[in-house]
């Protein structure tokens, strides 16, 4: 219990360490997927900013530029690929315990959608396994996912290719629809000259929500909201209608972009967590022994990555000790 406690104040002080080293927190404070970190870069740019000179909160998924908020939807799309130390299998049970214990821990209790649907497995030929999510039920909690496959001892590696999308952007929203009251009921059936994809009343407002689909079908996501130019076109018709009254639209801009510009997807695994790789350069190596070594000597000014200290449990025993040193250096010499 000594031992631990001391692992775990050593942590706090490398974290620290780091901590001074990389501040101020600008959008490259954590690692992130390769994707995500280019979309960052990429939206910064439409805004004129540097990197430094914006912030990110909401586990990386709210990025603010000195102009405005864009929210920056993330997910591994193709699921996790998994590798496990020699002459060991990865098991349902260990995964599925793995993902409760996560969810638990971040407050998801028993009852939540993500709880009652298990990751699924399948192992490649390789020998390494893939680790889906559901992506329609589990949303965002990829991220949780990852963290629970680093808790299983003996998983040495996980990669993800990543989606990623942004909204905020001018014409990048996906959940777009014009609000309105009406003197009288209706149905999609009075909106003959539109591609309604759906209308609905809502008692708080006492207001009228009408969506439009995409003029062209859905995009490769499968999305079929309506965009931009969709509503934009829609507009005259809209006021032509003389039972539409206070017409206004939700989640609109006036500003017309690139589409293609709001999506980026990883075409190469990208990875994720490296046991024993402490430099986050997804390269296990000397440089990661000389500083598993230091931190080992309680060296609070090794130079490494918050995102890092999560790599240096090398043999997973809940400890910082020599061994892990041994166990990096017998890895390097073995691969
Ligand atoms: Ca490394
Ligand atoms: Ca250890």
Known sequence: ???????????????????????????????????????????????????????????????YTPKRLYLVNWRCYDGFRVAVRPDTALTADDVVNAWKKILTDIGCG?????????????????????????????????????DALAEIPYITRIEGKYFCDVTGRANSVSHSAFIFTSSRELTEADFPALNVRSLGYQTDSNKWLLQLRRADGPDQNGRDYGEYQDYYNAVPVMQSLDFVRDLSAYWLTTELAEPEECFLRSEEWETVFYRGDLNLDADLDILDAVLLARLAAEDAETPIPPEGIKNADVDADGLLTVLDVHSVLKTIVES
Request: aromatic fraction near 10%; charge should be negative.
């Open 110 to 146: 028993a009852d939540a959608e993500a709880w009652q649907r298990a990751p699924e497995i399948e192992q490649n030929d390789d020998g390494t396994y893939l680790v889906k999510l559901d992506s329609y039920w589990h949303g965002g909690f990829v991220v949780q996912l990852a």
């Open 1 to 63: 219990m000594k031992k631990r406690m001391r692992f775990a104040a050593l942590l706090t002080g490398a974290v620290l360490a780091c901590a001074a080293l990389t501040a101020p927190a600008g959008a490259a404070e954590t690692a992130r997927p390769a994707v995500v970190q280019q979309m960052y870069e990429r939206i910064a740019g439409w805004d004129d900013a540097s990197l430094d000179a914006c912030y990110i909160s909401g586990g990386g998924h709210n990025f």
